[in-house]
Structure formats: C-alpha cells, structure tokens
C-alpha cells in the first residue's frame, strides 16, 4: 500500500467517524425534544386525572382540542366536535359516582412528526357500582397554546374469565 493510498483510507474513515458523530449528536438531540414533548403531554394527561377524579368534567376537557373538528369514537359510534364530546361525557357520566377514580397506565408515546404524536394507553375507573376499563389511542397535535387531543379513540375492554388465556 503507497503512502498516498493510505493518507486517502485514513482521511475516509476520519470524515466517516465525524459524520457518525454529527448523527448521534441529532439522534440524541431529537430524543431529548422528545422527551420534553412526552412529559408536556404527561402534564394534560395527569390534570385530566385530576380533573376527571374531581368530578370536573369541564376541566378534564381542557385536555382536547376545541374545535368542531375534534373527533370522539367509542362503543356508540363517533362523537364530533368539542360540544358533540362533552354531550356525550356528560351523558355517559352524570355524576361522581358514574365516573368514579379515573387511572391511566401502561402509556406508550409515538411521534408522527414534530407536531404530532400518538399516545397509546389503559384507562381504569374504580366505583362503587363495579370498576370498568379498556384501551385507548389518543392523536395528539402541538398547538401555540400546548398539546391537545385531536382524537380519542377509547374502548371498554372486559378481562378475561381466565386471565392466563
């Protein structure tokens, strides 16, 4: 191998090294701008809690988007818009013992872009009349005023007799 040959390897795996370095360098930028949108989204999603466990149906509608675009699907079809959602909430819980302690576990954040997310999740609710829960998927979108629901899309879900099945 010439001397000229091998000045022209180690300057290739020099820049290689350097641009593998830049991608980490944004790989790890954008991780972290995700993770400061993750725990944003977290905040509305613990004040919905809050709300919810208040009996503040009201307040634990500041989580979506208030608009007549918003979208709402469930086990009795599609609700629209931010006062087709808040009918059928008030409906579905008319009072502190229908919506009983609102929990939500096992979330899971996937980001479409940098202004919108998918937030997968379980809801649980604990009455006195009997616990109910399920699964949701809720689309996120950044506005200037923060994140909000765009759609929510959630279902009862009934556990298994066996639950080893």
Not at 140 to 147: D, Y
Request: charged content about 25%; proline content about 4%.
């Amino acid at each position: 191998m010439t001397n000229s040959y091998r000045w022209i390897v180690a300057g290739a795996a020099l820049i290689l090294l350097f641009v593998a370095g830049v991608r980490a360098g944004r790989q790890t930028k954008a991780a972290e701008g995700r993770e400061g949108d993750k725990a944003a989204i977290n905040v509305v999603l613990n004040a919905q809690q809050a709300a919810w466990n208040r009996a503040d149906v009201d307040a634990f509608l500041t989580g979506y988007w208030h608009s007549p675009e918003l979208t709402f699907s469930g086990s009795s079809g599609v609700s629209r818009g931010w006062d087709g959602v808040l009918a059928r909430y008030k409906k579905n819980y008319p009072d502190r013992e229908a919506m009983g302690q609102l929990e939500f576990s096992e979330l899971e954040f996937r980001f479409l872009g940098p202004d919108a997310a998918l937030v997968l999740g379980r809801w649980h609710l604990k009455r006195d009349k009997g616990d109910i829960g399920g699964v949701f998927s809720l689309v996120w979108q950044r506005f200037p005023e923060g994140w909000k629901i765009v759609h929510d899309h959630t279902s009862a879900v009934e556990k298994p007799a066996n639950p080893s099945h």
